[in-house]
């Protein structure tokens, strides 16, 4: 039986739910005190851990660990340090100082191919350490399961933020004539097709989503544009911020890359895609419009966090425990889709080596091959996860 410490680290972008699974870990270690003797959390990921920046989780009071469920944000603090060869040897050497035997981090695929590494290497060395990823990101991307823990409550509020500023975009159509949502999304559209479950009319927004699986074409989104204008009087555009040309280009021109060579399309200074679609429909038709750049307020909404999506998170946290004290190491927990009518779920696995190396775009059953917009089948998918929206009067 293997027997010693815990250590608990967050990476990357956080999500109104991430905490959750922090929380569902720390109470999970608790229970088995014959195999854990001590959960330890990193402050700021591996790159903290490095600096023996450690917080002793098992000293926290119940309450605040029972609060973290609905807290947003990351509570550990986060980072996005690429592991270089350099990195494995000191950070065995504090596993072996701490006695550290089980090892979990809660992030996307990065964070997943640095948990691999890092289990990888200890395994090489002959040192004893059992790794488990838990999933999170808000854009949906992860490979291997239905769907992210932080995905459900991150599109809830697109859906919301879209579905309020529409009815805002078309009451004020005389004085905007059009209004370009942005979500974040590197490589995969689930966060602007989100925006579709706010749809229910054909005036309704929004109009046109863009999505990084497919090119953008300028002429065919300007008459896409002016087609949902002479039709309503006004446009909605929501647009994921990875959204590139055909030859790869983003049009919003950055040259940006972060620590794993990803584009930066966040706080990094430059043109936002929805600043150049903006100043595209302004220089084409000479209407009056706005853009929103809601960046990392997707990821901390707590006031829209989905119910589901806390419960899975803690449900992710839990299980990562329950496989590792069963000796289950280099592996993921995943999320399967058992239904949509009722929604449910159940929990699996999927091993680290297969998750760092995937990412799971949108698929082409998902998206409309004759204009900017998802499908019906997406709209199914997506649904159960963004949950009721509110419905507004207008005047008869």
Not at 21 to 35: E, F, H, M, N
Not at 344 to 349: C, D, F, K, N, P
Request: negative net charge; hydrophobic residues 40%.
């Amino acid at each position: 039986m293997l027997t010693g410490n815990a250590i608990i680290g967050q990476s990357g972008g956080p999500t109104s739910v991430i905490n959750s699974s922090l929380c569902g870990v720390i109470q999970t270690c608790a229970k088995y005190p014959d195999k854990i003797q001590n959960i330890y959390g990193m402050r700021y990921g591996i790159e903290g851990f490095m600096q023996e920046m450690l917080i002793d989780l098992g000293a926290q009071r119940p309450e605040v660990v029972e609060a973290l469920k609905t807290t947003p944000s990351s509570a550990l603090g986060s980072c996005r340090h690429k592991m270089q060869e350099q990195d494995f040897a000191p950070v065995l050497e504090l596993l072996k100082k701490y006695n550290i035997r089980y090892y979990f981090l809660i992030g996307g695929n990065d964070t997943m191919d640095t948990i691999h590494r890092i289990e990888a290497y200890c395994r090489k060395e002959g040192y004893d350490l059992v790794g488990v990823g838990i999933p999170k990101t808000v854009d949906n991307d992860l490979f291997a399961t239905d769907h992210t823990p932080g995905f459900g409550s991150a599109a809830r509020y697109v859906a919301m933020s879209v579905l309020q500023a529409g009815i805002l975009a078309r009451d004020m159509k005389k004085v905007d004539q059009f209004v370009v949502f942005q979500t974040v999304g590197r490589s995969a559209g689930w966060l602007p097709a989100a925006a579709a479950c706010a749809k229910r009319n054909e005036e309704d927004a929004p109009h046109i989503i863009l999505v990084p699986e497919r090119p953008f074409e300028t002429e065919r989104f300007l008459n896409e544009a002016k087609a949902a204008y002479d039709q309503h009087g006004w446009v909605s555009v929501v647009c994921g911020e990875g959204v590139c040309f055909a030859d790869g280009s983003p049009i919003s021109a950055t040259a940006v890359n972060d620590r794993f060579g990803n584009k930066e399309f966040g706080a990094m200074g430059g043109t936002s895609a929805a600043m150049v679609l903006h100043q595209l429909l302004t220089k084409t038709f000479g209407w009056r419009g706005e853009f929103q750049v809601t960046e990392s307020l997707q990821m901390c909404a707590a006031d829209r966090a989905m119910p589901n999506d806390i419960q899975e998170a803690w449900a992710c946290g839990k299980r990562a425990v329950e496989l590792a004290v069963e000796g289950n190491s280099g592996v993921m927990v995943t999320i399967q889709r058992d239904s949509n009518v009722p929604y449910a779920w159940s929990l699996g696995t999927a091993p680290l080596k297969e998750v760092a190396l995937g990412e799971k775009p949108m698929p082409d059953a998902f998206i409309c091959p004759d204009r900017y917009f998802v499908t019906d089948a997406c709209l199914e998918y997506l649904r159960p996860l963004v949950g009721e929206l509110p419905e507004y009067v207008r005047l008869d």
